[in-house]
Structure formats: structure tokens, C-alpha cells
């Protein structure tokens, strides 16, 4: 039986389903899901109960439990970029059987032959690898082929439905919920409110009540929180800031350096979510996560934050006037549409070339790409943020990746706590020095730095 899921995280997921099926004893699940939820809570409880069999995700990592139960060999996983996904069910939903896409192109998502489910006997061998998929050319642009999905029952989670069907969603709990109903051939909608028809207005109603099958009204919702962050509130005369800033909140500060007015722009998991935080005073631009807002505001102050209002690192957040929510589908539209300007991303490795490695250390740590793997196909300008070596010292910054790929030849700039790097991806010379941090030197930079480097003559210190 398959069943999709919604929810980001532990953000509006039906959690009420959830356990349902938990206590009902539901085996052999086919599961659909952004994520693995944690173990405490969402998909990560039947996870961890062996109810699900086969799992298709895009981001696994906040289930610290799910390394293991794959090595165990009681979980077939699917990793899947998250904007693929979630074209998966849009088009599943839609009765189109499959599409082409950019993104995956160059990495195992493609070239397939990589572990999706491990031996039982505890050897750590795989039983069952990936397939390749096939690749076709369009306007001078190869594409990758991605089959649709459909599933027996789809369990969403919503804030308002009426008697007809028809569904609201609350701010960015509304995520991958409109997907994961229009590609169920039964879709059970769980929600906080019920109402009569003609209490809703046309006009508000994000899905129509033709997609929904079931409606289940919900009692004393947890809705935990997974980040929980908030901005200090601010002083006489003075702006609300950062609590406790880091290294982290450094390299996000000098990131937002580089946003202009007007640009829309994507912050992926991790550092780049930070940067919301540090736009330069007299730079207006608009900020998109892909789970599912447009226009992320800030931080909130203590006691007005919502579990319902996150960013893509499932921090809590705040709107800006301006602000819009949308499904999940629609933000890859924007961002496959190449209308998104700057994409700031997160890394594990980057190489002088421009190759990124963000989603995996194989045998240690499975995390999954989430969205990165869309991002860096579709957008023009990418800059990566990383810490410039890891806790033993070792770099990041090297002349080829050793982790697999999320993207080949796509970063545009590297920052660091230490320096910034611009990357020639195009004309293949490299990187060149742009800016170092104060307390360090050129030459320290080359023994921190696995790859070599040019000095631009115009060579300055960071933030001076």
C-alpha cells in the first residue's frame, strides 16, 4: 500500500494520521514524504516501528535513527531531489506520466548504481542499487527523465476544510499537503476547523474540494517546534539582532553582502538561512524558501513565533509586508523557471572548478539533498557558505570533491569565515582571492586551502 505524506519537517504534517496508523499496525508502507520526520515524531515513528518498507524522501536528516535502520537493511530509500518530488506528485496528480528535468544531471541521481537498500545479514552490503535514467536534449540542454507518482492514499494535514472539501492551509504548513492530496487516489484530509459550506470564501480556498476524499477533525495538536529561534528584541533607538552571533553568523552577514535591489533570492539549510538577518540597510529584495514562502522576514521576537511559520532549515520565522505562501510544486516552479536571481547554499566540499558536494558522507552520515540539487540546475549566480576546514583542520575548499555530487561545474563564489573565493566555473582558471577576513593572512589561506589560487589586485579585507 502506498500512502503520501505531507509536511516539511514536522511543519504541518498529519500527525493525527500518523499515529492511526501507528496504532492500528499498518505494515508494508510504500511512504511519500519530503522527510523522515524525527524519531520522536511524524513518518519517523513508523519508521522506527519497521511499518514502512519502501521510502521516497528528499531530506532525511533530522532522523538521526534512519543511518541506521538502512544499515540494517529494513528500509529501501529512494532519495529524491525535493523539487523533483514534488513535481512527482504535481504531475501524478495532473495524469502526466512522467517529465524531463534539469536537475540531478551529473550525479547518482542520474548515473544511478547508488545503495537504496542494504543486506539484512549486518555485512553493510548493498542488496539494491539505483537505476540510471535516460537523458535526452532539448534546445541545446540535456534532461533527465522522471517518472510520476501516484499513490493508493495521500494524508494531509490542513487548518480549515468544509463539509464540500474544499481546504485552507496555514502559512508554511501548506508545503507538499496540495501535492500529496491531488496525486492520491484517496486522500484523508485531517484538520483543526470545520465549517459550513459558504463560510470559506471562493477566493481563499487553496484546494478545491474535488481532491478530497476524507475529512478528519483533529483535537490537541503538539505541533512541536524543530528550531526554535528568535531575534533579541531591540533597544531604544536601535533594530532588533541576532542573539549570540557565531562564526555561522559571520559567513551569512558577508553573504547578504552580495544581495541587491530588487533580487529574488533563494537561502538554502543551514548558514544561508542566517542571512535573512543581515540584509545591508537600502537593499530591498525578496527572499524565497522553498518550502513554500516568499518574502521571509527576520527572525521573531519572543512569543510571536508559529510552529506553522518556517524556513527551509525549519527555523521559525517571521513575514514581511509582501509576503506570500505557496505549495511546495510551485516554489520548484519558480526556481526551475530560472526566476529566481542568487541561490546562497551550504556545503560539505567545493572544489576549484565549482563542483559541489552538500548531501552525503557515505558509511557515516545520510542526509539527503533536499533542494540543492534543483537549485544549483536552474539558477544563474550560486554562492556556496562553509566553514574554510573542518574540526581537525582538514579544508573543505579542495581541486576535486571526494563526496558525491550535488551539482557539477554550478558555484559562482565560495565565502568562508576566512576569505572569499571567486570561482571561474566557465573559463576553468579556478579561484581567485577576493577578500580575507582580518585576522588572517595570505599565506595562511594557502596551508588552509586544498586547492590553488590567484590574489586579485584589488584584494581587501572582509567587512573593511
Known amino acids: ?96 506520466p512522467a517529465f524531463y528535468t534539469p536537475t540531478g544531471l551529473g550525479t547518482v541521481v542520474q548515473q544511478g548504481n ?19 535514467k535516460d537523458v535526452r536534449e532539448f534546445n541545446g540542454r540535456k534532461y533527465v527523465l522522471e517518472e510520476s507518482i501516484t499513490t493508493d492514499y495521500g494524508c494531509v494535514k490542513a487548518w480549515k476544510a468544509d463539509r464540500l472539501g474544499n481546504v485552507v492551509f496555514h502559512a508554511t504548513a501548506r508545503n507538499f499537503n496540495p501535492d500529496v492530496a491531488k496525486a492520491a487516489r484517496i486522500s484523508i484530509v485531517e484538520v483543526e476547523e470545520l465549517v459550513e459550506p459558504g463560510v470559506l470564501r471562493p477566493d481563499e480556498i487553496h484546494l478545491p474540494g474535488i481532491y478530497v476524499d476524507r475529512i478528519v477533525v483533529g ?8 528550531k ?87 527555523e521559525t520565522i517571521s513575514y514581511v509586508p509582501g509576503s506570500s505562501t505557496f505549495a511546495s510544486s510551485e516554489s520548484f516552479a519558480m526556481i526551475r523557471g ?20 552538500s548531501w552525503i558522507v557515505p558509511g557515516k552520515t545520510v542526509k539527503g539533498m533536499g533542494g540543492a540539487m534543483d537549485l544549483v540546475s536552474s539558477c544563474e549566480k550560486i554562492i556556496v557558505t562553509l566553514q574554510h576546514t573542518d574540526k581537525k583542520g582538514t579544508p573543505k575548499i579542495l581541486k576535486h570533491c571526494n563526496l558525491p555530487l550535488t551539482g557539477k561545474g554550478v558555484i559562482d563564489m565560495i565565502i568562508t569565515e576566512l576569505a572569499v573565493f571567486h570561482v571561474d566555473r566557465h573559463g576553468g582558471t579556478g579561484l581567485t582571492l577576493l577578500e580575507h577576513a582580518a585576522n588572517t593572512t595570505v599565506e595562511e589561506l594557502r596551508r588552509k586551502t586544498g586547492a590553488p589560487f590567484k590574489v586579485s589586485p584589488d584584494l581587501r579585507v572582509m567587512f573593511a
Open 338 to 357: 530560472k526566476h529566481i536571481d542568487l541561490t546562497v547554499l551550504g556545503a560539505l566540499e567545493v572544489s576549484e572548478s565549482g563542483d559541489l558536494a
Open 114 to 132: 547508488y545503495p537504496i537498500k542494504y543486506n539484512s545479514d549486518g555485512s553493510g552490503n548493498p542488496e539494491k542499487l539505483s537505476k540510471p
Open 1 to 96: 500500500m502506498s500512502i503520501g505524506f505531507g509536511g516539511f519537517g514536522v511543519c504541518g504534517i498529519p500527525e493525527k494520521l500518523i499515529e492511526a496508523l501507528k496504532q492500528r499496525g499498518t505494515k508494508d508502507i510504500v511512504a511519500v514524504s519530503n522527510d523522515a520526520g524525527t524519531v520522536e515524531f511524524g513518518l519517523g515513528v513508523l519508521i522506527e516501528e519497521n511499518q514502512v518498507k519502501k521510502l521516497y524522501a528528499s531530506y532525511v536528516g533530522e532522523n538521526r535513527s534512519i543511518a541506521r535502520i538502512m544499515k540494517e537493511g529494513r528500509l529501501e530509500m529512494i532519495l529524491t531531489p525535493q523539487g523533483t518530488l514534488a513535481e512527482k506528485l504535481r504531475s501524478g496528480g495532473a495524469g502526466i
Open 219 to 226: 483535537q490537541n495538536y503538539l505541533k512541536p517546534i524543530e
Open 228 to 314: 526554535l529561534t528568535f531575534s533579541e528584541p531591540a533597544k531604544e533607538g536601535g533594530e532588533a539582532r541576532v542573539a549570540n552571533p557565531t562564526v555561522r553568523d559571520i559567513i551569512a552577514r558577508r553573504a547578504a553582502q552580495e544581495f541587491k535591489n530588487g533580487m529574488y533570492i533563494n537561502l538554502g539549510i543551514g548558514v544561508p538561512t542566517l542571512a535573512c538577518n543581515y540584509i545591508p540597510k537600502g537593499v530591498d529584495v525578496v527572499l524565497q524558501s522553498e518550502n513554500g514562502l516568499l518574502g521571509i522576514g527576520p527572525y521573531p521576537l519572543p512569543g510571536q513565533h508559529s510552529p506553522d511559520l518556517i524556513n527551509a532549515g525549519k
